[in-house]
């Protein structure tokens, strides 16, 4: 991997070689991917999450006040607070710098090796990647790079009857929603949401936390390729090291470049801790959590990999045939009752699980 114009910032070229692919799907189809089925979450632990919830009478206040009801005291109450904040205006943009500044890649590393993730010899024919290599490219070049991407339009598959779409906020219509005065606040609502949730549930093993873990990818040398930076975690209590998912946040809306680094650090997170039987069964497929709020919108990200991928990002396989899926669920609107109740009710039941299935 080439080493990029600034140590902040990944450029195409390099999302490229992490293999990643985004498919998107609306908040209804993620409840029907939680209830229908049983490959993110147990339908006994969904029930559970259902029933705790529906008897809390602090998550019942909380839902009342999404609708226009007096924000009264209780476990909730900075919750609302923060995600009233979220949906706040400013008057000026994000800065280039800011978007992709908690992924740094190293300087490119004189020695070559078989990893693809160091450098390697160009092939002496020039190819569609090569081409792509040898062009400059900039983060102002991230959004219209991922213009030609592929990403695959959302399902209408239904999900709960009152569970109403809200399609992702367009490139246009983003204009109208300026980014809110620090990332800080969108990161606390985010977390502070989830420890509510999760907060009453006696005898639970994870945690949600606001620490901003790195992960770092290596190549076979042991030379630091990349460090992915991110906002909060979910881990066990009892063994802190185990990561059981992400959390990432952003001060505006959605854009595709966030995408970039969301994959960034998903790869990362493989890289450093794989599944444990990745090299015995290569073919086996994994899952793996994603939680992001992009101002006052939350997106579920569940990435699927297989062992193969596991061995690419390591710098142990020069596979081409596997690849990191991220289906990104969403967007769930804070400013919802029927939302946050269904997400409330599914990061409810990923904490008490330690993660998806």
């Keep these: 991997m080439e080493a990029p114009s600034s140590a902040s910032k990944i450029e195409i070229k390099q999302y490229l070689l992490l293999r990643a692919i985004f498919s998107v799907e609306l908040a209804p189809a993620f409840i029907s991917a939680c209830t229908k089925s049983e490959k993110i979450v ?8 259902e029933t705790f919830l529906r008897g809390l009478g602090s998550w019942k206040t909380y839902l009342a006040s999404i609708t226009g009801s007096p924000l009264q005291e209780g476990t909730f109450t900075l919750v609302r607070y923060y995600q009233q904040l979220s949906n706040e205006t400013r008057s000026d943009d994000p800065s280039e710098e800011d978007l992709m500044s908690k992924v740094k890649f190293s300087p490119r590393p004189v020695r070559r090796t078989h990893n693809p993730f160091a450098s390697r010899p160009e092939p002496e024919t020039p190819t ?3 081409r792509l290599r040898d062009q400059e490219s900039s983060p102002s070049d991230l959004t219209t790079g991922f213009g030609n991407l592929n990403f695959m339009t959302p399902s209408t598959a239904g999900g709960p009857n009152e569970l109403e779409s809200v399609s992702p906020i367009s490139a246009d219509m983003a204009a109208n929603y300026k980014a809110i005065e620090d990332e800080q606040i969108v990161n606390t609502a985010l977390v ?3 420890n509510a949730v999760t907060l009453h549930y006696t005898n639970i093993s994870s945690e949600w936390t606001l620490y901003r873990r790195p992960f770092t990818v ?5 030379e630091k390729v990349y460090e992915a930076r991110v906002d909060g975690l979910l881990r066990s209590k009892h063994a802190r090291d185990k990561v059981q998912a992400l959390i990432e946040v952003k001060p505006y809306i959605l854009q595709d470049n966030t995408r970039m680094q969301e994959a960034a650090q998903m790869a990362a997170w493989i890289a450093a801790h794989p599944p444990v039987s990745y090299n015995q069964h290569p073919a086996r497929e994994h899952r793996r959590l994603l939680v992001s709020q992009n101002r006052h919108q939350i997106f579920v990200n569940v990435a699927s990999f297989r062992g193969e991928y596991a061995k690419y990002i390591r710098g142990e396989s020069e596979t081409t045939n596997s690849f990191l899926r991220m289906t990104e669920y969403g967007p769930f609107d804070v400013t919802d009752r029927d ?3 269904y997400l409330g009710i599914a990061m409810l039941a990923f904490s008490l699980q330690g993660g998806l299935l």
Excluded at 42 to 49: D, G, P, V
């Design 42 to 49: 147990s339908k006994e632990i969904w029930s559970k999450s």
């Design 339 to 341: 939302h946050m109740k």
């Design 218 to 222: 290596e190549n076979v040398n042991q």
């Design 192 to 194: 502070l949401f989830l």
């Design 128 to 130: 569609r990647s090569t």
